[in-house]
């Protein structure tokens, strides 16, 4: 697979709400202290809103060691460990000083799957299916090789993980849109559908339990959850509220 252009910083750099629908379709890669290159296309992203959201690790504008790259700039790596077992891979999006930040919940394999399966299965006699691979955080995780070692990298610059782009093109014409439903159509000429929910494993009482801050390509296998959505919108503009426990 012929290496695309990656994201620099300054393309991160945007409230989380919108670079969640903008990263699905884009390629996320990783490459292994042995130089093994895996990558897989971003399938679904939770949105996090800084202080403000009640489900962000910095809500309140709270600042610890396990949170500080969230603090770090747009493009910084943010990886967590959750329930004593589980790492999380999110992607900082708000200027320094500004904890926004978007989870990558699912990708779909695309290189290196023979790799991803025997990290998945840390030495047993597992068989995993290839859409078990990378679906939810943890699996996304342990499948690419992600550990607290790959906390606070920039992702504009670093050359063991990035995010590589796949041109998408919009749709043309509004009555073209309304006939084909709210789509978003890849250069490769491929349309998918765009859901949005609420995010998974958020719990409390407050309104930001159903926030629908979850954005997923629509009928993929390798969406993490199948949590009926509130809707379909297209990636990535402005109609998009703004979004970040994930980051």
Same mark, same amino acid.
């Given at each position: 697979m012929t290496p695309a252009p990656r994201w620099t910083d300054s393309d991160f750099l945007?409230?989380? #709400?919108? %670079?969640?629908?903008?990263? $699905?379709? +884009?390629? $996320?890669?990783?490459? $292994?202290?042995?130089?093994?290159?895996?990558?897989?296309?971003?399938?679904?992203a939770e949105a996090y809103l800084g202080p403000q959201d009640l489900a962000s690790h910095a809500a309140g504008g709270r600042r610890t060691h396990r949170n500080r790259h969230m603090y770090? !700039?747009?493009?910084?790596?943010?990886?967590?460990?959750?329930? !004593?077992? @589980? @790492?999380?891979?999110?992607? *900082?999006?708000? =200027?320094?000083? @500004?904890?926004? =930040?978007?989870l990558i919940r699912a990708l779909e394999p695309l290189e290196g799957v023979d790799r991803m399966r025997a990290l998945r299965a840390a030495g047993s006699a597992r068989v995993i299916a290839d859409t078990d691979l990378l679906r939810g955080p943890g699996r996304l995780c +342990?499948?690419?090789?992600?550990? %607290?070692?790959?906390?606070?990298?920039? $992702? !504009?610059s670093d050359r063991s993980i990035w995010? #590589?782009? *796949?041109?998408?093109?919009?749709?043309?014409?509004?009555?073209?849109?309304?006939?084909r439903a709210e789509r978003v159509e890849w250069a490769s000429g491929v349309g998918e559908r765009v859901g949005v929910g609420p995010r998974i494993g958020i719990g409390g009482s407050h309104a930001w339990v159903e926030a629908p801050l979850r954005w997923f390509v629509e009928g993929s296998p390798f969406v993490s959850h199948r949590r009926a959505p509130v809707g379909a919108r297209r990636a990535g503009g402005s109609e998009h509220a +703004?979004? =970040?426990r994930g980051g």
């Open positions: 945007s409230p989380s #709400e919108s %670079l969640a629908p903008a990263l $699905l379709g +884009q390629v $996320l890669v990783r490459i $292994l202290p042995d130089g093994t290159r895996l990558s897989g296309r971003i399938v679904e770090d !700039g747009p493009g910084t790596s943010y990886v967590y460990f959750t329930y !004593g077992m @589980h @790492h999380c891979f999110n992607i *900082v999006c708000g =200027a320094r000083g @500004h904890p926004l =930040a978007v +342990q499948g690419m090789g992600i550990s %607290l070692d790959d906390s606070g990298l920039d $992702l !504009g995010v #590589e782009r *796949v041109e998408r093109v919009e749709l043309g014409e509004r009555a073209e849109r309304a006939e +703004q979004v =970040a």
